[in-house]
């Protein structure tokens, strides 16, 4: 559904659950000097929990969507547990295909979820006399869309007025983690680091490796994203895929204004 309206991108997944994993504390963010011309930070992830998930060889049946991208970081970790920039950089352009193959499969799986959940179905209708599938948003599929659609408009209102903030119920983290799926999380970032400087400087101390990670966290999740390109793929439009959700009296689109 994010797709509909073209967000919910690989490249933002995968930044999004670093940001979850950070905040449920399962990684752990180091900085090193680089060598070069220039001073440079290298982000480094370690794995503060193992699940020896294997990227090569995927089990359906006890891994969903999050613990497949997890297997990523567990793949290119060292065996003290550790990711730099450089390895995840490195390991995405020889890997740009498996791994344009999994940003495929997140839509796929989106959408069974989805019909499981009542959100979605799949009906069949004729055209030229061919049958032809597909998807159609149920009511309560119509009112999630919805949700969805307003939150974008809740994020676009708060970039031209900030004092709107207040107005957002949710946790910061769990609001910076949805705003990164919407490709809005640096900017909801920023805008909190200009306009209320204390209360971030709070939250880094409070939260060092969220608050006080998230650029060298964005900076990593780019270096997966800059690989896969070397590569010959593309992160921000590899979860492509054929199926679109309309047609019939359950299409979904349009959105309220503001956030419920």
Do not use: C
Not at 88 to 107: D, I, R, V
Not at 150 to 170: A, G, V
Request: net charge negative; proline share 2%; glycine share 12%.
């Amino acid at each position: 559904m994010l797709q509909q309206i073209q967000h919910g991108t690989f490249e933002d997944y995968f930044f999004a659950y670093l940001l979850k994993w950070s905040k449920e504390e399962r990684i752990k963010i180091h900085t090193k000097e680089t060598d070069g011309w220039f001073d440079k930070e290298d982000t480094v992830i370690e794995l503060l929990q193992r699940q020896n998930y294997s990227f090569n060889k995927f089990d359906d049946e006890v891994m969903n969507f999050e613990d497949k991208v997890w297997s990523i970081l567990e793949e290119v970790a060292d065996l003290s547990g550790k990711v730099s920039e450089k390895d995840m950089k490195k390991w995405s352009k020889k890997h740009a295909k498996e791994l344009s193959e999994l940003a495929t499969s997140m839509k796929d799986e989106s959408k069974d979820i989805l019909e499981t959940k009542g959100y979605i179905r799949q009906e069949i209708t004729t055209y030229l006399g061919m049958k032809l599938p597909f998807i159609s948003a149920t009511r309560e599929g119509e009112r999630l869309f919805d949700r969805i659609a307003q939150f974008e408009n809740h994020l676009n209102d708060l970039e031209l007025d900030e004092s709107l903030s207040y107005k957002q119920t949710l946790p910061w983290e769990e609001f910076i983690i949805w705003a990164t799926l919407y490709g809005k999380g640096s900017d909801v970032v920023e805008s909190l680091e200009k306009f209320y400087p204390e209360q971030w400087n709070d939250w880094v101390v409070q939260y060092p490796y969220f608050y006080g990670g998230y650029h060298g966290l964005y900076g990593f999740s780019h270096s997966m994203s800059s690989g896969m390109e070397s590569g010959g793929y593309n992160a921000a439009t590899g979860a492509g895929g054929s199926t679109s959700i309309g047609g019939g009296g359950g299409a979904i689109g349009g959105g309220g204004g503001g956030a419920r």
